[in-house]
């Protein structure tokens, strides 16, 4: 019989902690606009089990992930036999604070130490608190909140993924999202921590009164996904308004779920050896940003340039003095937040670790993928995936930011626009990392398809 529990911790920083997000941001955070939480999700089948952490930060590295699961796993002694899994995902909110990862110059110690403790403790609450349940399924369309911010007219994957979880006697335990948005309403002028859209989601679903229990929210294939062409303003506000278009989406569909079979589940996970793209030099860096620049100069000179146009110009721009920055760094010395954009593994003979884990709750499947992958690389995944299960793609899964952060995870013919692509140029692997993590989650859903947990 499958056991649920859940439970959250508030890891929101003091004000005058620098925020992680935008390199345009100036100064540290001058407060709080609504908290920040690690909210935890626990299953178990009496065999296996699995704790999911969703973490409202910019993302997770593999250090961070893996010293939340080691602190939470020694509480629970009983489980030290490798029976139980832990997952920490990112919300990816650019208006969270910075400093939490070790590798970085700015890195806080006492930060990083209390989002382990609160995180680690709210899996461990979750874990504990687990008494039989059982989970429904649902997924929705929804239009006026992401787009491809490459361009409008580009692909983006419109489902949002809705898990309902109650206990035995019907009393609503928890509703876990998965939708694919950058949660970037809110620009580099803001200097207040904030969840930004899928906050207000997850309270305006919590405060509803409606039978959701704890709203946790999961970030999809997200590198090339934004509100850049639906959001009216950089506001709280706009943001608000936003959030409530999911919000009111998952409350219709959480009414309509499908209770599922699922009495077991199974965790399958694997690290890859993701090739690294070839470094580039401060002076090959310092070129192209030139080229760029002046490509930008020559757009904004003429009348008959679209604001589209203006706006992957300047991504280009900015994506290229990223660039310079980490091929200067590279011979120079430690990295900064700005260069390094978020966190990421180091470079062990050209290449970057890499976990990915796949969830199987029999009537649906999880991939959990440690970077921000493209929509067009989630939607390869989730379609095969949907084709070797015999599921719709709505019951399929794909989470980003998830143990670890490879940075973007961009796939061959994205890579031949390289010049306008942001994603791209700030990608630090190979195109063919994409087609490596696709290869291995088919692997391990067929395996999750025979094997326990």
């Not at 509480?75 to 029976?83: E, K, M, Q, S, T």
């Not at 120079?332 to 390094?340: C, D, F, V, W, Y």
């Amino acid at each position: 019989m499958l056991s649920v529990g859940v439970a959250k911790t508030e890891i929101t920083p003091a004000p005058g902690i620098p925020m992680a997000g935008y390199r345009a941001r100036v100064g540290a955070a001058k407060g709080v606009h609504d908290p920040l939480f690690a909210r935890a999700l626990a299953l178990h089948d009496g065999e296996c089990g699995l704790v999911l952490v969703a973490l409202d930060v910019l993302s997770v590295d593999e250090e961070l992930a893996g010293a939340i699961r080691r602190k939470a796993v020694s509480r629970l002694p009983g489980l030290r036999d490798g029976r139980l899994d832990v997952i920490v995902c990112a919300t990816h909110t650019h208006a969270g604070p910075a400093g939490i990862f070790s590798g970085l110059e700015d890195y806080d110690r006492e930060l990083a130490g209390r989002v382990v403790r609160e995180s680690a403790k709210a899996a461990v609450t979750a874990w504990e608190s687990c008494r039989p349940g059982r989970l429904g399924l649902g997924a929705c369309e929804i239009q006026g909140v992401a787009c491809n911010r490459a361009e409008s007219s580009r692909g983006f994957d419109p489902l949002l993924r809705v898990m309902k979880l109650e206990d035995a006697s019907g009393e609503p335990l928890a509703c876990v999202l998965n939708y694919a948005c950058h949660p970037t309403v809110l620009g580099p002028e803001n200097l207040l921590f904030s969840r930004d859209w899928p906050g207000y989601t997850e309270d305006i679903m919590e405060a509803s009164g409606r039978p959701v229990g704890m709203v946790m929210f999961l970030n999809g294939a997200a590198a090339d996904v934004s509100t850049r062409y639906t959001r009216r303003a950089s506001s709280f506000d706009e943001a608000e308004r936003l959030g409530r278009i999911v919000a009111e989406s998952a409350l219709h569909t959480v009414d309509r779920v499908e209770y599922a079979s699922t009495r077991r589940i199974s965790v399958s996970c694997r690290r890859l050896a993701l090739p690294r793209k070839p470094p580039l030099s401060p002076e090959s860096a310092y070129h192209a940003l030139e080229e760029a620049e002046q490509e930008l100069a020559n757009l904004r000179a003429r009348a008959d340039v679209s604001p589209g146009e203006i706006k992957r110009a300047e991504s280009a721009v900015l994506a290229w003095q990223i660039v310079l920055e980490r091929s200067r760094t590279r011979c120079e010395g430690p990295r900064t937040t700005a260069a390094a954009n978020g966190a990421g593994p180091g470079d062990v003979g050209g290449y970057l670790a890499a976990e990915v884990c796949v969830v199987d709750v029999q009537d649906a499947i999880m991939i959990f993928v440690p970077g921000e992958a493209t929509a067009r690389i989630g939607e390869r995944i989730t379609q095969r995936v949907s084709e070797i299960k015999g599921f719709s793609v709505g019951r399929v899964w794909f989470v980003g930011y998830a143990n670890g952060h490879v940075g973007y995870i961009v796939d061959a013919e994205a890579w031949g626009n390289a010049s306008f692509s942001y994603e791209t140029l700030m990608s630090r692997v190979a195109p063919k990392a994409a087609g490596l993590i696709e290869e291995e989650v088919a692997n391990l859903v067929v395996k999750g398809m025979s094997d326990g947990c």
